[in-house]
């Protein structure tokens, strides 16, 4: 098999492809264009997004071609694979301001160069399609009874399906036919909730251009999908109580991006080691092998490095550090800044838990409490009714909030 593709198989990037032998063989033959899209129906991607991009630096590590496809046409519509009910529809403007919050998210994970990886938008080809010439010419090679098969639509039958979302299979197809045709591309890669839309491309450009590996190599194509990654526990990765783990720092501190890794059940860490970082598997089998919260760091370090970079992932670090073990810099703790004249009245305990953002009310601030789960400066707290005041403060003049095992504040007065 050629190297790359077992690269993927290794780390736990393969569940389907269309003929892994004929794409192995493609890959033996020389570099290989390929694509991977991602609808910017949101203002950052989450940290499940970032499976098939991972994938593509492998991919390009071993002299591939990758295409980053930013759906800003495929995002009026929006995709119901995966789904329980139709998409929240955005306007047009808020769609193109997501693409380059998306874009510059990708680019500085991939590191655009044009030549070995670059990014596309979708909105090129189909902002301005002749509705009927479409018809006419993608339409009608496609059956309705087969789409219908698919698990996507199936699903999605039961509680109703929307005409304007019928047709997304027919756009992401006729995305992978103009990549092909303008790029050269012959695999898309993708989740494996894709792998409707992605055998449907496959098909498009097999009748629109008569590609079959017997009388037109130039223009098969391809299709691979990976895993959907679940949690040992079964939840979707990449979600917590909170809502998911975005890449934007606005939407998730990094500090909290960090600890979500750190974070992460025993059984996950080896797996997501192979799909969210780039070591080499001997190094992650031994470092797996180890202490096992020390494995945990290591993995949630060099996932916040691969996405913030290793200056935020230090500080990341270091404020972990800080809060769990007293030897980090306090500073890169989440912190919240307080009126010193609020100290010097007396500030009572439940409504500091709320400003610090450990709890949302006095109320759960209070069941914090009486369950032994609120320490202030590393001593419990068991009275609700506690004024604290700068008798309270450390020697940096400063306090510090946990809330449970994982959950800490700095709060500094000025």
């Given at each position: 098999?050629?190297?790359?593709l077992?690269?993927?198989?290794?780390?736990?990037?393969?569940?389907?492809?269309?003929?892994?032998?004929?794409?192995?063989?493609?890959?033996?033959?020389?570099?290989?264009?390929?694509?991977?899209?991602?609808?910017?129906?949101g203002?950052?991607?989450?940290?499940?997004?970032?499976?098939?991009f991972f994938?593509?630096?492998?991919l390009?590590?071993?002299?591939?071609?990758?295409?980053?496809?930013?759906?800003?046409?495929?995002?009026?519509?929006?995709?119901?694979?995966?789904?329980?009910?139709?998409r929240?529809?955005?306007?047009?403007?808020?769609?193109?301001?997501?693409?380059?919050?998306?874009k510059?998210?990708?680019?500085?994970?991939?590191?655009?160069?044009?030549?070995?990886?670059?990014?596309?938008?979708?909105?090129?080809?189909?902002?301005?399609?002749?509705?009927?010439?479409?018809?006419?010419?993608?339409?009608?090679?496609?059956?309705?009874?087969?789409m219908?098969?698919?698990?996507?639509?199936?699903?999605?039958?039961?509680?109703?399906?929307?005409?304007?979302?019928?047709?997304?299979?027919?756009?992401q197809?006729?995305?992978?036919?103009?990549?092909?045709?303008k790029?050269g591309?012959?695999?898309?890669?993708?989740?494996?909730?894709?792998?409707?839309?992605?055998?449907?491309?496959?098909?498009?450009?097999?009748?629109?251009?008569?590609?079959?590996?017997?009388?037109?190599?130039?223009?098969t194509?391809?299709?691979?999908?990976?895993?959907?990654?679940?949690?040992?526990?079964?939840?979707?990765m990449?979600?917590?109580?909170?809502?998911?783990?975005?890449?934007?720092?606005?939407?998730?501190?990094?500090?909290?991006?960090?600890?979500?890794w750190?974070?992460?059940?025993?059984?996950?860490?080896?797996?997501?080691?192979?799909?969210?970082t780039?070591?080499?598997?001997?190094e992650?089998?031994?470092?797996?092998?180890?202490?096992?919260?020390a494995?945990?760091?290591?993995?949630?370090?060099?996932?916040?490095?691969?996405?913030h970079?290793?200056?935020?992932?230090?500080?990341?670090?270091a404020g972990?550090?800080?809060?769990?073990?007293?030897?980090?810099?306090?500073?890169?703790?989440?912190?919240?800044?307080?009126?010193?004249?609020e100290?010097?009245?007396g500030?009572?305990?439940?409504?500091?838990?709320?400003s610090?953002?450990?709890?949302?009310?006095?109320?759960?601030a209070?069941?914090l409490?009486?369950?032994?789960?609120?320490s202030?400066?590393?001593?419990?707290?068991?009275?609700?009714?506690?004024?604290?005041?700068?008798?309270?403060?450390?020697?940096?003049?400063?306090?510090?909030?946990?809330?449970?095992?994982?959950?800490?504040?700095?709060?500094?007065?000025?």
């Open positions: 098999m050629n190297k790359a077992e690269i993927l198989k290794e780390r736990g990037f393969f569940a389907q492809c269309t003929d892994e032998k004929g794409l192995s063989d493609l890959m033996d033959k020389g570099p290989v264009a390929f694509y991977v899209g991602c609808d910017p129906t203002p950052s991607l989450h940290i499940g997004h970032m499976v098939p994938a593509l630096r492998h390009r590590e071993q002299g591939h071609i990758g295409i980053a496809l930013i759906g800003g046409g495929t995002a009026r519509i929006g995709d119901p694979s995966g789904k329980t009910e139709m929240k529809m955005i306007s047009y403007e808020q769609i193109d301001q997501n693409v380059e919050t998306i510059a998210q990708l680019d500085r994970f991939i590191g655009f160069d044009g030549k070995t990886a670059f990014s596309a938008n979708n909105k090129d080809w189909l902002a301005d399609l002749n509705y009927i010439d479409f018809l006419r010419d993608i339409g009608s090679c496609f059956s309705v009874n087969k219908l098969s698919f698990e996507a639509y199936k699903q999605r039958l039961e509680r109703g399906l929307s005409f304007i979302e019928f047709n997304y299979q027919l756009l197809s006729y995305d992978y036919l103009c990549l092909h045709q790029h591309v012959k695999l898309q890669i993708g989740g494996d909730d894709q792998w409707g839309n992605i055998t449907a491309g496959v098909d498009l450009i097999r009748r629109k251009l008569g590609g079959t590996e017997e009388l037109n190599e130039e223009h194509a391809y299709g691979l999908t990976f895993p959907l990654i679940t949690r040992s526990d079964g939840k979707k990449g979600k917590t109580e909170k809502g998911a783990i975005f890449l934007d720092e606005s939407l998730t501190s990094v500090y909290d991006f960090f600890q979500y750190r974070n992460v059940a025993d059984p996950d860490v080896e797996k997501f080691f192979k799909l969210f780039f070591l080499e598997i001997p992650i089998k031994e470092i797996c092998a180890g202490n096992i919260n494995a945990k760091e290591r993995l949630a370090y060099e996932v916040t490095k691969e996405i970079g290793k200056e935020k992932a230090d500080s990341a670090l972990a550090k800080a809060a769990f073990s007293g030897e980090g810099d306090k500073t890169q703790m989440p912190t919240v800044e307080l009126s010193k004249s100290l010097d009245a500030i009572g305990i439940l409504s500091l838990f709320v610090a953002k450990l709890a949302s009310s006095n109320g759960e209070r069941r409490i009486q369950g032994n789960g609120a202030l400066n590393g001593e419990g707290i068991s009275d609700p009714t506690l004024k604290v005041t700068t008798a309270n403060l450390d020697k940096d003049g400063e306090l510090v909030l946990r809330a449970g095992k994982k959950k800490f504040s700095r709060v500094i007065f000025k």
